[in-house]
């Protein structure tokens, strides 16, 4: 420890928490810089109905980055949520998307689908998110029921009543809703109610867990009691597939069904011909 170390020696850090803060902070140089520099891109995923009918596609944030590749948000994401660089980032994904979104418009397919955004906190919880939201569409001249923005169960563990405000200001202009992950944070199910929603995304764990399986039932009986849709994350096998589907499972999103991929090879493997 720093004690340990001796009088008159300031030793605050040892080398290995030294070189963590160190490569924190030149993270988060080089997050600063791909703002700047264009670096980011959105994939899109894929999601189907009960058909197996396309209904959408979730946006997903990549980094490009100019040594290391294509890095995905795992490695970015926490860092710019604590950095407060999520700011200007969610801001440009929501802009892109709308735009991305917007170019599609007259696509016999891809021009009626609603696609999701994912929505960190600290964005919901910005005094400005609601006129950001609503500027980034009209910007693009996109109506808003064609973008569903997606919400961890987390968000609601602050400020409640301002969250509640605001979704219910946005979903007023039409924008859609889903809590992301459920099941994984802690949710009010009393909240829950009170929420204008549209999904609940089942957790890719328990779609993946064959231990889940109750808890996946009660999700999709959550879902139907509540009135909402609901969407498995992470459907990897036909198994899991044929499981959800047995248990009333009225959506899927995963690897089995589509990987994200860049928005033109979207295009062109979905589009309407
Ligand atoms: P998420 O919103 O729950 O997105 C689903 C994640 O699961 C994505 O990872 C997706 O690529 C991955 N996935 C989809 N299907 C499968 C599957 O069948 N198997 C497996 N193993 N994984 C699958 P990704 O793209 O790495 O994103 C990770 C998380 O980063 C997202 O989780 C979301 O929370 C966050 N994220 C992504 N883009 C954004 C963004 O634009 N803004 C914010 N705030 N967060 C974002
Ligand atoms: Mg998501
Ligand atoms: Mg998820
Ligand atoms: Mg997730």
Redesign the pocket.
């Known amino acids: 420890s720093a004690k340990a170390a001796g009088r008159g020696m300031l030793r605050f850090f040892d080398p290995a928490m030294q070189r963590a803060v160190e490569e924190r902070s030149a993270l988060e140089a080089r997050l600063r810089d791909a703002i700047g520099g264009k670096q980011f891109t959105?994939?899109c995923?894929p999601q189907f109905d009960a058909d197996l009918t396309l209904t959408g596609g979730?946006?997903?944030?990549?980094w490009q980055h100019p040594e290391r590749g294509l890095v995905?948000?795992?490695d970015f994401?926490p860092l710019?949520?604590t950095s407060g660089l999520?700011m200007p980032?969610?801001a440009w994904?929501l802009e892109e998307?709308c735009r991305r979104v917007a170019a599609w418009r007259d696509d016999p397919i891809l021009g009626r689908l609603c696609y999701?955004?994912?929505?960190?906190a600290q964005?919901l919880h910005h005094p400005d998110f609601v006129q950001q939201t609503l500027a980034a569409l009209q910007g693009a001249d996109l109506p808003p029921g064609r973008i569903c923005l997606?919400l961890?169960e987390s968000l609601l563990a602050q400020n409640v009543e301002d969250v509640i405000g605001k979704m219910h200001t946005l979903r007023h202009h039409g924008v859609c809703f889903s809590i992301?992950?459920f099941g994984t944070g802690y949710s009010s199910l009393n909240y829950l109610r009170r929420l204008p929603l549209y999904a609940l995304?089942i957790?890719?764990s328990f779609?993946?867990d064959e231990q889940s399986e109750a808890i996946v039932e009660v999700i999709i009986a959550l879902g139907k009691k509540l009135d909402l849709h609901v969407i498995a994350?992470?459907?990897?096998t036909q198994a899991q597939l044929d499981g959800l589907a047995g248990k009333g499972c009225q959506a899927y999103?995963?690897?089995?069904?589509g990987?994200?991929m860049p928005l033109a090879a979207f295009h062109d493997k979905y589009r309407g011909r």
């Open positions: 959105l994939y995923q979730e946006m997903l944030l990549r995905g948000p795992g994401i710019a949520e999520i980032i969610g994904v998307a999701s955004v994912n929505i960190s964005q997606e961890t992301d992950d995304k957790d890719q779609v993946q994350e992470g459907v990897e999103q995963g690897y089995l069904l990987k994200p």
